[in-house]
Every structure is written in C-alpha cells, then in structure tokens.
Nanobody
Framework: QVQLVESGGGLVQAGGSLRLSCAAS????????MGWYRQAPGKQRELVAH???????IYADSVKGRFTISRDNAKNMVYLQLNSLKPEDTSVYYC?????????????????WGQGTQVTVSS
C-alpha cells in the first residue's frame, strides 16, 4: 500500500503565501508523475500543477507565475509554493502520485490520492 499525506494548508490573507507538502510512503518501487489538484465546493476537481520524475512541470493557466511545484525524489516528496494568493484559490488541495509498487513491479503504475488539505484565502 501507498499513502500520501499532505500538510501546510491554512488560512491566509489575499496576497499571502503558503507552502504545501506531500509525503509518499509505503511499498514504493518508483514514483512517476506527482501533482497537485484542487476542488472548491460545488466544482470539479482540477489540475493545479504536475511534475514528472525528471522535473518537467506544467501549470494551470490560473496559477502560472504564482505557484511553483517541486519534488525531492530521494524523500518521495512533492511541494507546492503558493504565492500572491487570491480568494479564488480557496479550495481543498489534493496530492496525486503515479506509483509503481514493490509488489507490482515497474511495469504497472497506480494512481494514489492524499486526503486533502484546506487552503482558505480571505479578501
């Protein structure tokens, strides 16, 4: 089994910053892509940022220039630096990872989700 645990959410004023962290643990053989998604009440879950194992990143247009995704492959962690936060960034942020497990081997990949962390931006 693989677990993803997020941390770093909270309440911040507009224009402020937060840093989210996500730690992957368990029966991990390798981690391919990692990413962050968010879901606001009444809305669909959407991609915020995504990073491959070699560090290539993509961002949603709404966060480009404000958010930065990074990862530490040695620690099986992914981070999201959120700057210049806006009230519309208020959401539950979920960590996502595509993982090959020790049991399944590298030819199989499975998607895992964290439990989510709340980010609230006040105006």
């Amino acid at each position: 089994q693989v677990q993803l645990v997020e941390s770093g959410g909270g309440l911040v004023q507009a224009g402020g910053s937060l840093r989210l962290s996500c730690a992957a643990s368990g029966s991990i053989f390798s981690i391919n892509a990692m990413g962050w998604y968010r879901q606001a009440p009444g809305k669909q879950r959407e991609l915020v940022a995504h990073i491959t194992s070699d560090g290539s990143a993509i961002y949603a247009d709404s966060v480009k220039g404000r958010f930065t995704i990074s990862r530490d492959n040695a620690k099986n962690m992914v981070y999201l630096q959120l700057n210049s936060l806006k009230p519309e960034d208020t959401s539950v942020y979920y960590c996502h990872a595509v993982v090959s497990t020790i049991v399944s081997g590298p030819q199989y990949k499975f998607a895992y989700w964290g439990q989510g962390t709340q980010v609230t931006v006040s105006s």
